[in-house]
């Protein structure tokens, strides 16, 4: 079958679901021993151990479940050889994982598009996904890829609005992941944010031409991707993070949409906090001094329990510990799958573990 996919919610047919085979990333510029190596990659396993991995794959497992009830083809990509260190001219890195699809593929219609990642650890994820995307290619799909980013010198700076501390990406390159676009047809919304330049938004307009309208918004959210702030759940009807959207800075291309505000979200386990502080700061300071950055100081937000799939217009799953959200959403007439998604705040939720490449969906 075609690749066949316009927004967020038609019905779905088929999926990508990514696998939790996962250690830290690693990036280096100047060469090391082949002793340091090892205890870098030994450290970069431990920031996750065996029980994480065991919970997140039982977590997907009953993912899977659900969406094949639902007569859903699954596809998931090949991690054999994702933690190999490679080079470019510029760093040295190994990847985290090939959890999260929707991060590195956007699909518009029949055509996968490959987005260039601003993260330099990512610069070879997208091809644990080729075997996919050639069996959609020979089936008839579309499949480009944006140009590949250098990411040497500076291409990135930090800023601080309101105390809190972001990232803004320089427009040296085209740089965006595909999880900062939110997809309603004909109109796509762009997040400008530290995922997304504005010269992405400007070589997606130009790349889909005058049949679609790439609108941007640098105002609700600078932090990564969209989908913590922004679900579009069937035409007419969007689910916004009301700590970042306002009336004010709600984009244009939603005014005559209804909204579901969503103003409260369950808070970090403490077993999170202190796996975070416990396991994986230790482990980031370390391979710091071993001369290796990573991103283990980081943790997800919170609002990433906000993140779900819609099997269609009616039918969505959603993260059972978000109760409050659960509530909304059926106030709505949405029918709300609960599942478990233990380790979302290091890995990524229920919409980012997903990819859906199929959905019976019309321009």
Known sequence: MKINSHNE?????????????????????????????????????????????DETTEDLEDLIDV????????????????????????????????????????????????APSQERHR???????????????????????????????????TYYKDNHKNIKLLEKEILFEAA??????KDLLYLISSSGNKLGAIWLQNVLGKRYRVHTTDQ??????????????????????????????????????EKIWIDKIEQYPHDILDFHRNVRLKIYRKLLKLGFETNLNNIHSEWVGMNLLSLDPNTVIVDKVQ????KKLEKKGLKCIPISFRNSYFLGGIHCVTLDTV????L
């Open 9 to 53: 919610w038609d019905t779905l047919k088929e999926v990508i679901i990514g696998r939790p085979y996962a250690r830290a990333n690693l990036i280096f510029k100047k060469n090391v021993s082949k002793k340091v190596l090892e205890q870098a990659e030994q450290l970069a396993y431990k920031a996750y151990p065996q029980k994480f991995l």
């Open 67 to 114: 969406i094949k009830d639902f007569g859903v083809k699954i596809y998931r990509p090949d991690t054999k050889e994702i933690h190999r260190i490679f080079t470019t001219p510029y760093f040295n890195a190994s990847a985290e994982h090939a959890y999260n699809p929707r991060d590195l593929f956007l699909i518009v219609g029949d055509t996968v598009i490959e």
């Open 323 to 326: 109760t409050h959200l659960i």
């Open 123 to 157: 610069y070879f994820e997208s091809q644990a996904y080729y075997n996919i995307f050639h069996h959609y290619f020979t089936e008839g799909s579309k499949w480009i890829s944006a140009p590949n980013p250098r990411l040497k010198d500076k291409y990135r700076i």
């Open 359 to 362: 959905r019976k969906s019309k």
């Open 220 to 257: 609700i959210y600078h932090d990564s991707h969209i989908d913590s702030t922004v679900i579009c759940l069937r035409p007419g009807l969007v689910l916004l993070n009301a700590k970042r959207v306002n009336e004010k800075n709600c984009p244009t291309v939603f005014n005559k949409w």
């Open 180 to 185: 900062t676009i939110v997809r309603m047809g």
